[in-house]
C-alpha cells in the first residue's frame, strides 16, 4: 500500500510496523523523519535496529543472514537499507532488494531508504512487489499548497500561536527546502517562548527579523533587493553570498531569479492587455506583504530590461552546467545592474573587456 509521511505514525498505530517498508523522493526531511518514527516504535517494542549502507561494496550475503535468521535469543529486529542521497543504484540493487523482501516475516523487518527515483522505476516491477508487500512511501517536496499546510501543522504542532501571514512569508522565504523551514520554526519557537506577555503571538515582523537574522544573506535577500532597485545593496549582499559560497552551485539562485523574472513577465503581458497592476498580483496569487516589492520592481524595470536580464540569466546558467567558458559568477554582478542600477550601462562598463557582456550593453 502507499503510506505518505503525514501518515505514517497513524497507520502504525493502527497496523503495525510492516514487514517491508521502502522510502523513496528527493526531500530529506521527510524521509529522515518518517524513518525515525518507525525507529521510535520499533524501540517500544524491543526491535534490534541494524542498519546497513548500500553501495558497490554491499555484502548482500550478509544481510540476508541478518534478516532471515532470529538471534541466538529471539530478538526481533528491523534491518535498514539507506542509498545516500544523490548517489547512483548499485548493481542488481532492484534484485538484492526483492530476495530481501521475501525473507520478512514476523519479527523480522526491512526498512529501505531511497532517493528520488525516475517515473519508470517508481512504475517497475521491483517497487510494485515492494508495495504489495507492505508499504512504498513518497517522500517528495510539497507543491505550494500543501507546503503552506506543512508549515502550519509544524508551527501548531510547535504550539505557536502566529498570524495569518506568516505562513505565507515562511513558505517564501524557505522555497521548498523543508530543512530550512523546520529550522526557522525551531528558531522562531524559542523566540516566541522568549517574549514577555501572557498570549506570545509570532509576527511577521519577527518572523522577518528573526528569519534575516538567522540566515544573514540568502539569495532571497539578494533578489529583494534587485526587485526593490536597491543596487548598491544588492551589490553588497552578492559579493558577500560569493564569498560564503565561492566553491558552491549557482543554480539554486539562478532558478530563483528566472522565476521572478517569468512572473515579472506575466505580469507585463497582464498590464498590456489593460489589466492594473494590483489586479494583476491578485490572480497571480501574490500575498499582500509581497506586492508592494513587485509593485516597486515596475518602477525601474522595463521591458527591454527584463529581456537583457533572461538573456544573462541564460548565459548564467549556461556558465553554471559547464557549457561556457566563462565562470557563472561573473554574470551576476551585470544581472544586479540590470535589475536594479538607474544606469546599468555605466555599472557595466568596466566589464567591457570581456566579449560576452558586449551585446548585453547595447540592450540596455
Known sequence: MKVWPEQVTATINKNGIPLVTCFYGDEPLLSIESVDTIRGFAKQDDYEWLRFTIDNHTQWGDIQSELGGMSLFGEKKVVHLQLPFEAKFPEKLHDNLIKLSQLCAEGSHLVIQLGGLTKSQINSKWMKTLESLGWICPCTTPKQDKLKRWISNRLEAAKIRFEGDVVAL?????????????????????????????????????????????????????????????????????????????????LPLIGLLQKDVNLLIRLQSAMDQGLPLLGALKRENIPNFLQQTYKQAFTHITPEKLSLINTLLAEADAAAKGASV???????????????????????????????????????
Open 326 to 364: 566563462h565562470q557563472s559568477w561573473q554574470f551576476f554582478t551585470m544581472l544586479v545592474a540590470a535589475f536594479s542600477a538607474s544606469k546599468p550601462s555605466i555599472e557595466f562598463q568596466h566589464f567591457t573587456q570581456t566579449s560576452f557582456t558586449n551585446s548585453a550593453i547595447a540592450c540596455v
Open 170 to 250: 515562511l513558505t517564501y522565504r524557505c522555497n521548498g527546502n523543508l530543512l530550512a523551514a523546520k529550522q526557522e520554526i525551531d528558531i522562531l519557537k524559542l523566540a516566541v517562548d522568549s517574549l514577555e506577555t501572557d498570549q506570545p503571538v509570532l509576527t511577521v515582523d519577527l518572523t522577518r527579523k528573526i528569519c534575516t537574522d538567522h540566515a544573514r544573506y540568502t539569495n532571497f535577500d539578494l533578489k529583494d533587493a534587485c526587485l526593490l532597485g536597491n543596487y548598491h545593496a544588492a551589490l553588497s549582499i552578492l559579493y558577500r553570498l560569493q564569498e560564503q559560497g565561492k566553491d558552491s552551485s549557482t
